[in-house]
């Protein structure tokens, strides 16, 4: 299918001024857009010295050593063989792709569920003092 | 150590790494401990910061190495970018920006100086521009221009769609040539003149 100038604008952005490098399904009517159109070759010229200046962004290369400094750390470093309950949670949750407050929240109330499922309820579960109990039908029946 | 280690694919490596082998660690930091320093790089702008943070990435792997699941992830390279991305875009937020006037001084009148200088301030005035871009755009450009990556690889770290990924680049590459036309009709020789 032939592209126009306008759809060529858009996939020079997308995929770069070097139209051989674009994906295989658009590659052919973007080679045949720069053939065909003056504009298109314009434009294709135009962002190809765009990228150039892009190019020109500040990179530093590595420390030469780097590889062996993050070996060299490894080997002094515990293999955990158990994950810690905050990582723990953190693999439940990572599929999820929540954000940090819903996570720490939610996380919170999971917390909160277990230790207070485990926590003796008093009220509920301890036996009754037999004295209270005494004191309370005694006053009962003087009221009555 | 084992001679085969350094031939051997990436799953087969972690499979490895995962029952402790020391041999197989030191395969997979060789093989792409400088790919990912480039992207942190591009991230923070900082050498000795993106070192250190591509160290944490890969010390947290050897630690612990179940983290990456072959059934979940598609693949390491894929999954280990998120990594270091989460760790550059956290260390980044946490540390306060440079304001771009600072760095960007168009004006110097030392005789012989325009070139070097106009070369410099340029590059300056590139970073600048890129900071100032939105979090995601930065990153979509990074992946896709910087470091190479497909549309696909860069949706899948980035965790948005592939016509969102695209998106954001053409919005950043759009914003950007606006501010650099604007900047050079500013300076057109780089010397103020």
């Not at chain 1, 949670?89 to 999820?96: I, N, T, V, Y």
């Not at chain 2, 395969?27 to 910061?49: C, G, M």
């Not at chain 2, 980044?92 to 070139?115: A, C, M, N, Y």
């Amino acid at each position: 299918m032939a592209m126009d100038a306008e759809q060529f604008r858009e996939r020079l952005l997308i995929h770069g001024a070097d139209v051989t490098r674009w994906p295989e399904e658009i590659r052919g009517a973007g080679m045949e857009a720069v053939e065909r159109s003056l504009e298109c070759r314009s434009l294709q010229e135009e962002h190809a010295q765009f990228e150039a200046v892009l190019s020109t962004r500040v990179y530093e290369e590595p420390s030469p050593d780097l590889a062996r400094r993050i070996v060299s750390a490894a080997w002094q470093r515990e293999r955990r063989t158990f994950p810690g309950l905050a990582e723990l949670l953190a693999s439940c949750f990572m599929d999820l792709r929540l954000p940090k407050p819903v996570f720490t929240a939610a996380a919170v109330l999971i917390i909160g569920f277990v230790v207070g499922f485990f926590l003796p309820t008093e009220s509920v579960l301890a036996d009754p003092d037999p004295a209270e109990v005494q004191t309370f039908l005694d006053s009962a029946t003087e009221v009555l | 150590m084992d001679d085969r280690a350094p031939a051997l694919d990436d799953d087969l490596l972690l499979r490895r790494i995962q029952d402790g082998n020391h041999e197989a660690f030191a395969s997979l930091v060789q093989r792409h401990a400088k790919p990912f320093y480039s992207l942190a790089y591009r991230i923070v702008q900082h050498r000795e910061d993106a070192e250190d943070l591509v160290q944490a990435a890969f010390l947290k792997l050897w630690e612990r190495p179940d983290l990456w699941d072959r059934r979940k992830q598609a693949k390491f390279t894929t999954w280990f970018y998120t990594v270091v991305t989460n760790l550059c875009l956290d260390h980044t937020r946490r540390k306060k920006p440079l304001p771009l006037s600072d760095e960007i001084d168009f004006v110097d009148r030392r005789p012989g100086q325009e070139d070097f200088l106009h070369h410099k301030q340029r590059r300056a005035m590139l970073n600048g521009f890129m900071r100032n871009l939105p979090e995601r755009q930065q990153l979509a450009l990074n992946l896709c221009f910087y470091e190479g990556l497909s549309n696909r690889e860069a949706a899948d770290i980035i965790g948005v769609n592939l016509k969102a990924v695209q998106s954001l680049i053409m919005r950043a590459k759009t914003t950007l040539r606006e501010w650099l036309k604007d900047a050079l009709v500013k300076v057109p020789n780089g010397d103020g003149r």
